[in-house]
C-alpha cells in the first residue's frame, strides 16, 4: 500500500519540476531578447553621435572655406540647415544650427562660430525607439 502512494508522489514532483524549468527557460527568453534589444539601441545611440558629428565636420568645411575678412557665406549658417547623409548614416535627420559673431583682435577680425548639429532618428521626442544625439561647438576663423 505504501509503494502506491509513493508513486503518486513522483507523479506530483515531476509536474512541479516541468513547470519550474519552464518559468526559467521563459526568463531566460526574455532576458536574452531584452539584451538584443539593449545592443541594438546602442548601437544605433554610436551611429547618431556620429551622424551628428558628421553635420559638425560639414559646417567645419564651410568655416575653413570662408575668406578671413567675412563670416562664412553658406546656407548652413542659418537656422535649422538640414543636411543629407549616406550609408548606415543616411535613416537619420541631421540638423545644423549655426551663428557668427565676429570678435576683434587687435587690427584684426576673427570670426567665432556656434555651431550646433542634431542627429535623430524615430518618431516623436519620448516614444519609444527614438533616438537623439546633439553636439555643440565653437569654431573661430
Not at 21 to 37: D, E, R
Amino acid at each position: 500500500m505504501m509503494s502506491r502512494l509513493q508513486r503518486g508522489f513522483s507523479v506530483i514532483s515531476a509536474i512541479f519540476l516541468l513547470v519550474v524549468l519552464s518559468f526559467l527557460g521563459v526568463a531566460m527568453v526574455t532576458f536574452s531578447t531584452n539584451q538584443h534589444q539593449s545592443e541594438a539601441m546602442d548601437v544605433l545611440g554610436s551611429r547618431a553621435y556620429q551622424a551628428a558629428r558628421a553635420g559638425v565636420e560639414w559646417a567645419a568645411y564651410y568655416v575653413v572655406q570662408s575668406p578671413a575678412s567675412a563670416p562664412a557665406a553658406w546656407a548652413g549658417c542659418a537656422p535649422a540647415t538640414p543636411i543629407t547623409l549616406a550609408g548606415d548614416l543616411a535613416q537619420f535627420t541631421v540638423t545644423v544650427n549655426c551663428s557668427a559673431v565676429p570678435h576683434v583682435e587687435g587690427v584684426s577680425t576673427v570670426w567665432i562660430y556656434d555651431v550646433s548639429s542634431t542627429a535623430t532618428l524615430g518618431g516623436p521626442v519620448g516614444s519609444p525607439g527614438y533616438i537623439e544625439r546633439q553636439l555643440n561647438v565653437r569654431l573661430g576663423k
